[in-house]
């Protein structure tokens, strides 16, 4: 594709994140100074299909920088899985014009991106808008940030209640396929043991690690899991309840209140920073790729690679787990 973009549309599709409406209120402010004409797209691909799109200003997006979600609403989409569905949503950008569309979600989004810029000749930059930071390219992904330190914060707070009477507290978190909101938020929080799905548990180390900890009469426990682990909180409880009978367990499960929030200044700045560089990757011509940020500078990668590689657990953070929840 070589062409000159005048008019995009911005959506959001997958799971929601803090820092969403940050992304959108630069592309819609970026775009507009560029001198583009900016559409608004509700409920992701859905909107699409259905034609819910409409023309964006300045101040349409006034006063959202702070808010959690997203103003331009998401959805998952089954009908753009088919290519009838994509030639529908197709035709509807074409008669707003639009000859240009960022983005701002998960793998999935951008595989249906990739997949639909294919079909037809629409360009589309991706920004990684998920609480999971499952996506290889870049360092952190919008929403992030906000996530961990909302488990952060509950975290501590049951970790209060663990002390007062004694108890080990098992948590889980979100990350389905992805262990990094456990992983950082167990470290932050002093958890004595990080279950996470990259790495297959070995139940008879943590049990052996426990009864450990209980002969030297440590009974305030922490484990942070993540809840796409094999076993799970509920499971690993009755194990635990089982094989160490005389320890008192609870489980807590955190669940959607790490999507909702205000956004903190991390996710807001690096949502900025991405939306901008969206904008740009349009006007220059650098299509189909996802904006990310490694090593502080803006990084860009190919859009059907980003669906393809996911993020690996360095193994120097697990170490730093073993030594310090001794």
Not at 16 to 38: C, F, H, Q, S
Not at 228 to 249: C, H, M, N, W, Y
Request: include cysteine.
């Amino acid at each position: 594709m070589n062409r000159k973009v005048t008019k995009i549309g911005v959506l959001t599709s997958g799971g929601d994140a803090p820092g969403m409406n940050a992304a959108i209120r630069a592309v819609v402010r970026t775009g507009i100074y560029k001198g583009l004409e900016v559409y608004g797209i509700m409920r992701g691909y859905s909107g699409m299909i259905d034609g819910d799109i409409f023309k964006m200003e300045s101040q349409s997006v006034a006063n959202i920088i702070q808010r959690g979600g997203t103003v331009l609403k998401t959805a998952r989409c089954k009908e753009f899985f088919t290519s009838e569905g994509r030639k529908i949503a197709y035709d509807n950008l074409k008669k707003h014009g639009i000859n240009g569309l960022v983005i701002i979600g998960g793998d999935g989004s951008f595989r249906g991106a990739n997949i639909f810029s294919q079909e037809h000749d629409i360009p589309c930059i991706g920004l990684p808008g998920t609480i999971d930071k499952d996506i290889a390219g870049t360092d952190f992904t919008i929403g992030f940030d906000t996530a961990v330190n909302t488990a952060v914060e509950a975290i501590d707070k049951v970790r209060d209640t663990a002390d007062a009477h004694d108890r080990l507290f098992i948590i889980e978190v979100m990350g389905r396929d992805s262990g990094y909101i456990a992983l950082h938020s167990g470290i932050a929080t002093g958890a004595e043991n990080i279950l996470i799905p990259e790495r297959k548990t070995d139940i008879e180390n943590v049990i052996k690690t426990l009864l450990e900890k209980h002969g030297r009469k440590k009974l305030v426990n922490i484990i942070v899991v993540a809840e796409g682990e094999e076993f799970g909180a509920t499971e690993l409880s009755k194990i635990i309840t089982e094989r160490i009978p005389d320890q008192e367990v609870r489980v807590c499960i955190l669940g959607h209140i790490q999507r909702g929030g205000s956004p903190t200044c991390f996710d807001r700045l690096i949502a900025s920073r991405m939306g901008y560089a969206a904008v740009e990757c349009l006007l220059e011509n650098r299509f189909n790729v996802f904006v990310g940020i490694i090593n502080n500078k803006t990084h860009y990668t190919p859009l059907d690679l980003a669906v393809k590689k996911k993020q690996k657990i360095n193994e120097e953070w697990m170490k730093i787990v073993r030594i310090l929840s001794s």
